[in-house]
């Protein structure tokens, strides 16, 4: 009788072993397409195709231990847009918070930022504070809460909160003098 045998040649009933060998290697798989990789990562977007390429492969590292890759290009296609739709949505709040910070400090005016140890003084002002005027100032200032919301929160009236902002304020400004 005779032996009966897949669409690819191989017999039924072959062991997972022998199967698993006759898979092409990671190392393979990248030199059969990471050329065409990168020329469609050029054609469709403008990021660095390399680093998409690079680790598009690393991302495909487990599904290629566990043998689970039955369209390596189509796979391989469909993890690298993602990437680079990822890598774009990045940069474009990277772009975003950047013009923010520009807006914030007038940098296009000519005014500097402050430089990190400005920043480091600020902070520690902050965390030296009382928590009474701490907490106000954590709400007010950055989370972007109104008066009356922080007093909501802390269960106080508006006129407390808007004395230890004023409070607080004030104590800040005497520790970045000092």
């Not at 990789?37 to 403008?46: F, G, N, S, T, V």
């Amino acid at each position: 009788m005779a032996e009966q045998s897949t669409p690819i040649g191989r017999p039924i009933g072959e062991d997972s072993a022998a199967a698993q060998d006759s898979r092409p290697s990671l190392a393979t798989l990248f030199q059969l397409h990471a050329r065409w990789l990168r020329a469609l990562m050029l054609r469709h977007y403008d990021i660095d195709a390399d680093d998409v390429v690079q680790e598009t492969y690393i991302r495909l590292a487990p599904f290629h231990a566990a043998n689970e890759i039955r369209h390596p290009q189509a796979l391989l296609a469909r993890v690298a847009h993602n990437l680079a739709r990822n890598k774009l949505r990045a940069e474009a709040n990277r772009r975003r918070i950047t013009s923010a910070l520009e807006r914030q400090y007038d940098l296009a005016g000519g005014a500097d930022a402050p430089d990190q140890l400005e920043a480091l003084l600020f902070k520690q002002a902050i965390l030296s504070l009382p928590p009474i005027f701490r907490d106000v100032m954590v709400l007010s200032r950055f989370t972007g809460l109104s008066n009356t919301q922080v007093a909501e929160r802390l269960g106080v009236s508006v006129k407390t909160v808007e004395w230890r902002l004023t409070r607080a304020l004030a104590l800040c400004a005497k520790q970045l003098e000092d």
